[in-house]
């Protein structure tokens, strides 16, 4: 009797002509981050941690670590049963601080001041001294940098890492850059307060910008570092809202006044509709420079 898991049509549901569909991959990569995440949980619960605020460096690095290491140990378990390396998915491992790193991080800090620069031409944001002083200057320093690394690392994998490289062998780069984004904006939108439809559309946005840089680049360092400095220099250095709270530590004590779609009102910056232009800027000068796909 003929084995019915060689017959060609059964192959070809599970198989294309060198592996496993992304179809059967992608879900059993989720199911493994739900797994971990779970067994996270489980451990988290029973150390009784310290509640913190919701902009507390402590609290955000804690968070993001937290869910950036089941994403990893996920990737890892795929990786190898793919026959894969990190770097297939974009994920830099040697060069996580490379030369990369330190050009998205240029970018990301000029487009947060670009944009802050933006507001104040408006008469929307003003600073009127140092929110911090002596030892406190360094110690929050040091937090917020860690924080801000951390959460560009968490989020840049989460959603540009193993999930965009197997959705995108399944559709196609670009669908697959546009739903992750869509959802990353979306995450943004219902699971933060005082949200409006412009944080979803800047976050989106922004998400669909770092896709960019991976296809271009090759590497997610860029997007890491972008999104690092953005988040540092918002929150942080300039020292804006975000989801109604000024940051704990934040360096500047300033002044936001006008409309909403000027400052961003609760949401900060990001919110504002300045960001628009600034996402404009970065996609116009980023295509002239950056030409070349390097990421299948």
């Known amino acids: 009797m003929a084995n019915p898991f060689r017959s060609s049509w059964l192959r070809g549901l ?3 002509a060198t592996e496993f569909r992304a179809g059967w991959r992608l879900p059993l990569f989720v199911a493994l981050c739900y797994a971990f995440i779970r ?8 150390l009784r941690l310290p509640d913190r605020p919701f902009l507390d460096p402590v609290q955000l690095f804690g968070e993001d670590l937290s869910a950036l290491l089941p994403i990893l140990a996920a ?6 049963l793919e026959r894969r390396r990190l770097g297939d998915y974009g994920i830099p491992v040697r ?7 330190w050009v998205g991080t240029a970018w990301g800090f000029g487009a947060v001041s670009l944009l802050l620069g933006l507001i104040a031409a408006g008469g929307g944001y003003r600073i009127t001294g140092l929110a911090l002083a002596g030892r406190d200057v360094a110690h929050y320093l040091a937090l917020w940098l860690a924080a801000a690394v951390m959460i560009g690392f968490t989020e840049e994998i989460a959603f540009r890492g193993y ?3 197997t959705l995108g062998a399944g559709i196609g780069f670009w669908p697959a850059a546009v739903l992750l984004s869509i959802g990353f904006g979306a995450l943004h939108y219902f699971t933060k307060p005082y949200e409006r439809w412009e944080d979803f559309a800047c976050t989106g946005l922004i998400g669909l910008f770092v896709c960019l840089a991976l296809r271009r ?17 918002a929150i942080f250095v300039y020292s804006g809202k975000n989801a109604g709270e000024f940051a704990v ?6 002044v936001w006044s006008g409309s909403e779609w000027l400052t961003g ?5 990001e919110a504002s509709w300045m960001v628009f232009v600034v996402i404009a800027v970065l996609f116009f000068a980023f295509n002239r420079i950056y030409r070349e796909a390097q990421f299948p």
């Open 75 to 80: 990737t890892l378990i795929m990786a190898g």
């Open 217 to 233: 680049t090759g590497t997610l360092a860029f997007a890491i570092g972008f999104h690092f400095a953005f988040d540092f220099g």
């Open 265 to 269: 009102g609760q949401l900060g910056p």
């Open 39 to 46: 067994g996270e949980t489980w451990i988290l619960l029973r």
């Open 14 to 16: 599970f198989k294309n």
């Open 249 to 254: 530590g934040h360096l500047l004590q300033t």
């Open 163 to 165: 999930v965009l490289r």
């Open 95 to 101: 060069h996580a601080f490379g030369r990369h790193f």
